[in-house]
């Protein structure tokens, strides 16, 4: 998939973000889907991936689907349920999809799984 170049300082996608996730998405069918490893540096208590950054990649997953989809715009509402830790160096794959639209708002949907399991799930709204 090519890149946009306005959008290689993100941190969640961004190649040239040197403390970015450095995501890389592509699809799967209707999924948008990137997978993830968290780093050391990504802990919050000793040896779990720190929540934020969970959800992070959660939404950047829903953000850059729908920027793919629809050209961007700002998340509205997140919410997120953690369902399991994350250990630094666990391999774990992130799947977005869109749920509904609605007028301006599209209410999409993320997954973080580690071995088909969730460890995270999200819903967010997004402002078209």
């Known amino acids: 998939m090519k890149r946009d170049p306005s959008l290689e300082g993100c941190f969640g996608c961004g190649a ?3 403390i970015g996730l450095r995501l890389e998405f ?3 069918g209707e999924d948008y889907v990137a997978p993830f ?3 050391e540096c990504h802990q919050g208590y000793p040896g ?3 929540g934020g950054i969970i959800a992070s990649v959660l939404d950047e997953a829903m953000g850059r689907l729908l920027w793919e989809k629809r050209g961007g715009g700002p998340t509205r509402k997140l919410t997120v349920e953690y369902l399991a830790p994350l ?3 666990e391999e774990a794959i992130c799947r977005a999809r869109i ?3 609605k ?3 599209i ?3 993320a997954q973080l799984l580690r071995d088909g399991e969730a460890v995270a799930v999200a819903k967010g709204t997004y402002i078209i």
């Open 16 to 18: 040239d973000n040197e």
């Open 26 to 28: 592509h699809w799967e």
């Open 37 to 39: 490893t968290g780093q």
């Open 48 to 50: 779990v991936v720190h």
């Open 87 to 89: 250990a630094p160096g």
């Open 99 to 101: 749920a509904q639209k």
């Open 103 to 105: 007028g301006r708002a």
């Open 107 to 109: 209410f999409l949907e």
